[in-house]
T-cell receptor, first 112, second 114 residues
Framework: GESVGLHLPTLSVQEGDNSIINCAYS??????FIWYKQESGKGPQFIIDIRSNMDKRQGQRVTVLLNKTVKHLSLQIAATQPGDSAVYFC???????????FGRGTSLIVHP | GAVVSQHPSRVICKSGTSVKIECRSLDFQATTMFWYRQFPKQSLMLMATSNEGSKATYEQGVEKDKFLINHASLTLSTLTVTSAHPEDSSFYIC??????????FGQGTRLTVV
């Protein structure tokens, strides 16, 4: 069925390194994508979003890349810090519904 | 970003009792609110979508008589888990959105049924 999925369940990096978290989606009708960060015992926190008419968007230390040809989304975190340790979810929605469908999640572990 | 408050953050209840969870949008009027359920080390699964003043739309497999949702105002939605059982123990998360904007999430409620 249609789904949003992640390639890596766990990613371990050293403090200061750049992190890349990947996500694949299967529904070509998806037109809005969001990355969320979820710390243990808390709700998801919005990080950055991108619409399907763009292929790159940058925020503070984060960049989202969208490749519609292969239905792939990535989140790049520059100079990763211990406070970035969390589970990261990509989510997709379509047709202006803004109802996010969440992918599996990747646990990012940052070692000091 | 907008603030969504969820209460309580943790609740323990006895099997067979009902539990109510509140979700409030503190600084905006939420035309739509969503309820999610999350098991440990798993993703968020959408349970239902509610619009103010109308009945909630439940996802397939979610029992509407088990999970009662009320969205009586533009700033408050409640989820009541009726006759809770241990298998209902989970992390429940709400989110709220204004018209045509992204959803903002509450901090979640950890429900433990004993």
């Amino acid at each position: 069925g249609e789904s949003v999925g992640l390639h890596l369940p766990t990613l371990s990096v050293q403090e200061g390194d750049n992190s890349i978290i990947n996500c694949a989606y299967s529904n070509s009708a998806s037109d809005y994508f969001i990355w969320y960060k979820q710390e243990s015992g808390k709700g998801p926190q919005f990080i950055i979003d991108i619409r399907s008419n763009m292929d790159k968007r940058q925020g503070q230390r984060v960049t989202v890349l969208l490749n519609k040809t292969v239905k792939h989304l990535s989140l790049q975190i520059a100079a990763t810090q211990p406070g970035d340790s969390a589970v990261y979810f990509c989510a997709e929605s379509r047709g202006g519904s803004y109802i996010p469908t969440f992918g599996r999640g990747t646990s990012l572990i940052v070692h000091p | 970003g907008a603030v969504v408050s969820q209460h309580p953050s943790r609740v323990i209840c006895k099997s067979g009792t009902s539990v109510k969870i509140e979700c409030r949008s503190l600084d905006f009027q939420a035309t739509t609110m969503f309820w999610y359920r999350q098991f440990p080390k798993q993703s968020l699964m959408l349970m239902a979508t509610s619009n103010e003043g109308s009945k909630a739309t439940y996802e397939q497999g979610v029992e509407k008589d088990k999970f009662l949702i009320n969205h009586a105002s533009l700033t408050l939605s409640t989820l009541t888990v009726t006759s809770a059982h241990p298998e209902d123990s989970s992390f429940y998360i709400c989110s709220a959105s204004r018209q045509n904007t992204e959803a903002f999430f509450g901090q979640g409620t950890r429900l433990t049924v004993v």
